[in-house]
């Protein structure tokens, strides 16, 4: 059974600052990897994905793929008071079956 | 482009009693999901239909819940006998293409449900 891990629950981080997610799963037939960012009171929002080991940067956000270490990693560069929200990641075992992390807590201090 | 269009925003529910969820997904989005998010977790998936059959129901808990989309747009999700453990907001999502998993799942905003 997949297992899809986040840390750290909660994190703060001054405007301007770098805020770097983990997540960690469990299954090394894994072939997709989604963040997906909720602000509260909406539905969670697709950020970016990333399907082959190493780096894919999207403007300010850069993921990063370890497959061999069951480890993928979200980093927001510059962070601003709108980047606060929960943030999910999301893993495909390449089906239509998404499992979710419990979620990281970003909080952009001004 | 119109967003996943979702109903009631909230309920509140006693013990015992019915609630139905209307979801509207996004027009051409052959793929819908329903999926229960406890508060501080991430999202459950609960349904998944393609057009308009059901293609995993494995977890919903088959004795209270039901889920339909008769013509493989809208969709309903209903609890005929609402429990305390089913307070969470419901999240409908759909997807173009058949549902494959290199595709962004579109969520709606939920609807939160508490159950007293």
């Known amino acids: 059974q997949q297992k899809v891990q986040q840390s750290p629950e909660s994190l703060i981080v001054p405007e301007g600052g770098m805020a770097s997610l983990n997540c960690t799963f469990s299954?090394?037939?894994?072939?997709y990897f989604w963040w997906y960012r909720q602000h509260s009171g909406e539905g969670p929002k697709a950020l970016m994905?990333?399907?082959s080991n190493g780096d894919k940067k999207e403007g300010r956000f850069t993921a990063h793929l370890n497959k061999a270490s069951l480890y993928v990693s979200l980093h927001i560069k510059d962070s601003q008071p709108s980047d606060s929200a929960l943030y999910f990641c999301?893993?495909?075992?390449?089906?239509?079956?998404?499992?979710w992390g419990s979620g990281t807590k970003l909080i952009i201090k001004p | 482009e119109a967003g996943v269009t979702q109903s009631p925003r909230y309920a509140v529910l006693q013990e015992g009693q019915a609630v139905s969820f209307w979801c509207d997904p996004i027009?051409?989005?052959?793929?819908l999901y329903w999926y229960q998010q406890p508060r501080d977790q991430g999202p459950q998936l609960l349904v998944y239909?393609?057009?308009?059959?059901?293609?995993?129901n494995s977890q919903l808990p088959s004795d209270r819940f039901s889920a339909v989309r008769p013509k493989g747009t809208n969709s309903t999700l209903k609890i005929q006998s609402a429990k305390q453990g089913d307070t969470a907001t419901y999240l409908c999502?759909?997807?173009?293409?058949?549902?494959?998993?290199?595709?962004?799942?579109?969520f709606g905003a939920g609807t939160r449900l508490s159950v007293l």
């Open positions: 994905s990333i399907f």
């Open positions: 239909f393609r057009d308009e059959a059901v293609i995993d």
């Open positions: 027009s051409g989005h052959d793929t």
């Open positions: 299954d090394r037939n894994s072939q």
């Open positions: 999502a759909s997807s173009p293409f058949g549902g494959a998993p290199q595709n962004t799942l579109y």
């Open positions: 999301a893993v495909s075992m390449g089906n239509y079956q998404l499992i």
